[in-house]
C-alpha cells in the first residue's frame, strides 16, 4: 500500500527520447567538426533539459517526504528516477535510490492510501501499520505544492535580481491586416489603435493577459468586438474569428482574426549580389514605404513584394531620418534558396532586418507568481467553458513542455529564461496538484477533509477503484496530449535551418529595367 507523489515526473523522460528521435544529422553528408559539435551542444541541451525536469520534481517530492517524517509517517522509499533501482541503500527504515529511469522521483507513503492496483505491493511488511490522522494526510499532501510555490519564489527572486528579456509588444496599433481574414472583413484599417477587445481594456499586442493577441485567444462567443480609435474617433468593430481544425494528430488552432502589430523595419548587413546591394539600400535603413504606400509592418511589406515581383517598384527608406528614394525589384533566388525545410521558394530583394536589442525588465516577485497564477486560473476557466475555443488538444504535455525548455536554454539569456519557466511551471504545477481530483494532492486533502467531517476513513476498495480510475483519465490525457505535441514540428531540430551560402540572384532583370546593358 503505497502511494506515489508524482508520476507527472515523466516528462523529462520522454522529452529525451523525443528530442533524440528528431534531431536531423541528415543535412550535412560529411561529418566535420561544427557537426561533432553541434551534436555535443544538442546532447548537452538535452540533459540539460532532464535536469531542470527532475529539479522541479526532487524539489516537489522533498516536500512531502519533509512533511512525512515531521508527522511521524512511515516512508517506504524515497527514490530520485523511476524504474529498477540502480543504486540503493536503507537508512532509519527508509530506502533510498537512484533508478533506473531519469524522471523525477517518488515517495512512498503506504499510510496516505491504497494504490497496489496500479503500482503493485513492494514491502514485505508483514503487520499493517496504524492509521493516520486526517490532518496529518491534508499536512503531508501540501507540503508538495507548498515546495513547489517555494521553488517558483526563489526562481522570481533570482529574475528580480538578473532580469529577463521582455517579449510584450507594447503597442496597440494595427501593422498588418491580412486579407480575406475576419479583421478585413470587419473593416479594419492599418494605423487603427485597439483600445478594448470584448470590452476589456488591452495593454499591447501580445505578451500580456489582458492584450490584444491573448484577449482574443481567451475570448469567449461567436463574435469578438473591437473597440477601435481611428482618426481621433472612437469606433466599434465587431470581427468573427478563425481557427485551423485538428485531428488525432493536429493540434487545433487558437482562434485569430487576422491583425498584426506595426513596427519599424529597420535593414539589416546587405550582402553583395542581392538586389538590395545593387539598388544601394544601406544597413539601417528604415523601410517607409512601397510604391507610395506606407508601411506598417513585415507582413505588409512582403505581401506588397510579392504583388509586384519582378517589376520595378519605388521604395522608400528613411536614412539618418530623412526620405531616400530607391528604384529595386523582387527576384526569385537562382539556387533555389529557402530560408526553411518547408518554406514557399518567394521572391525577395536579399535583405534582412535588425531586431530591436532584447531589453531587459526586472519584475518583482509579487508580479511574476500573479501573472502565472492569473493565467493557470484563466487556462482551467476557459477549458471549462462551453463558449471558449480552449481544449485539452491545446495543452502542452511532457514532449511540448520539453521542447520549449530545450528553446530556452539554446537561446541568448538560457538562465534569465529558465529561471523564469521555472517560475511559470511550478506555478501550475502546485495550482494543477491542488485541484480536488483523486491520486492528486487536492484529492488527498478533499478525502482527508470527508474523514474528519464523516468521522471514519473512506472504504479502502472503493477507494482504489475511485484512485485507479483517475489515474487511468490522467495517463490518457497524457497520452492524448503528447500525441498532439509529437505531431507538432514546426520547432523541429536541425543542423541546418539556414544554409549558410544563402540566396544568390540573377540581376539581370534588374539591371535591364534600370537602363544598363546586359548581354544576352
Not at 244 to 266: A, I, M, N
Not at 309 to 319: E, Q
Request: net charge neutral; with cysteine; charged share 20%.
Amino acid at each position: 500500500m503505497s502511494i506515489y507523489f508524482k508520476s507527472s515526473s515523466l516528462p523529462s523522460f520522454y522529452s529525451l527520447c523525443y528530442w533524440w528521435m528528431n534531431v536531423d544529422f541528415s543535412a550535412h553528408r560529411h561529418y566535420s567538426m561544427e557537426t561533432f559539435l553541434h551534436i555535443l551542444k544538442v546532447i548537452g541541451l538535452i540533459l540539460l533539459v532532464l535536469l531542470s525536469f527532475n529539479i522541479i520534481i526532487f524539489v516537489h517530492e522533498l516536500g512531502h517526504f519533509l512533511a512525512a517524517r515531521w508527522r511521524g509517517l512511515h516512508v517506504d522509499r524515497f527514490q530520485i528516477w523511476f524504474g529498477k533501482p540502480i543504486w540503493k541503500k536503507t537508512i532509519n527504515g527508509v530506502q533510498y535510490g537512484l533508478g533506473s529511469i531519469p524522471a523525477g522521483g517518488f515517495v512512498a507513503l503506504p499510510q496516505m492510501a491504497p494504490m497496489e492496483s496500479i503500482e503493485g505491493d513492494n514491502s514485505d511488511r508483514k503487520e499493517p501499520l496504524p492509521p493516520i490522522k486526517p490532518i496529518d494526510k491534508i499536512i503531508v499532501a501540501f507540503a508538495g505544492p507548498l515546495f513547489s510555490f517555494l521553488l517558483a519564489v526563489f526562481a522570481a527572486c533570482i529574475i528580480w535580481w538578473i532580469g529577463v528579456p521582455d517579449k510584450v509588444v507594447k503597442t496597440t496599433e494595427v501593422g498588418y491586416v491580412a486579407a480575406d481574414m475576419p479583421a478585413a472583413k470587419a473593416g479594419f484599417q492599418l494605423g487603427d489603435k485597439i483600445l478594448k477587445v470584448q470590452g476589456t481594456p488591452v495593454n499591447g499586442f501580445q505578451g500580456n493577459l489582458d492584450s490584444v493577441r491573448e484577449l482574443i485567444i481567451f475570448s469567449e462567443g461567436e463574435e469578438i468586438e473591437f473597440l477601435v480609435e481611428r482618426g481621433g474617433e472612437e469606433i466599434t468593430l465587431t470581427s468573427e474569428f478563425k481557427a485551423e481544425d485538428g485531428s488525432l494528430f493536429k493540434r487545433r488552432g487558437t482562434r485569430q482574426v487576422g491583425v498584426g502589430p506595426r513596427y519599424l523595419l529597420t535593414v539589416g548587413p546587405i550582402k553583395e549580389g542581392t538586389p538590395a546591394h545593387y539598388s544601394k539600400m544601406k544597413e539601417g535603413d528604415v523601410i517607409d514605404a512601397v510604391n507610395g504606400e506606407k508601411i506598417y509592418s513585415y507582413g505588409q511589406f512582403t505581401d506588397l513584394v510579392k504583388k509586384q515581383a519582378s517589376k520595378l517598384i519605388s521604395l522608400t527608406v528613411l536614412r539618418d531620418g530623412k526620405p531616400v528614394e530607391l528604384k529595386t525589384m523582387a527576384l526569385t533566388p537562382s539556387n533555389g534558396w529557402k530560408q526553411h525545410d518547408d518554406a514557399e521558394l518567394l521572391p525577395m530583394l536579399g535583405v534582412g532586418f535588425a531586431n530591436d536589442p532584447p531589453v531587459l525588465v526586472y519584475p518583482t516577485p509579487g508580479k511574476q507568481l500573479k501573472e502565472s497564477g492569473m493565467m493557470m486560473f484563466t487556462t482551467i476557466k476557459k477549458l471549462t467553458s462551453t463558449e471558449s475555443s480552449i481544449g485539452l488538444d491545446q495543452l502542452s504535455g511532457p514532449v511540448g513542455i520539453g521542447r520549449v525548455q530545450y528553446q530556452l536554454l539554446d537561446s541568448d539569456y538560457p538562465i534569465n529564461y529558465i529561471f523564469y519557466f521555472w517560475v511559470i511551471f511550478n506555478i501550475n504545477l502546485a495550482i494543477f496538484n491542488l485541484l480536488p481530483f483523486p491520486v492528486l494532492d487536492g484529492g488527498h486533502i478533499t478525502m482527508a477533509l470527508g474523514e474528519m467531517i464523516r468521522k471514519k476513513p473512506m472504504n479502502t476498495r472503493v477507494l482504489e477503484y475511485v484512485q485507479t480510475a483517475f489515474v487511468l483519465m490522467l495517463l490518457s490525457m497524457f497520452v492524448y496530449v503528447t500525441i498532439k505535441d509529437i505531431s507538432h514540428r514546426d520547432s523541429k531540430i536541425t543542423t541546418d535551418t539556414i544554409p549558410k551560402e544563402g540566396p544568390t540572384f540573377d540581376l539581370a532583370p534588374l539591371k535591364k529595367a534600370m537602363g544598363e546593358q546586359v548581354a544576352e
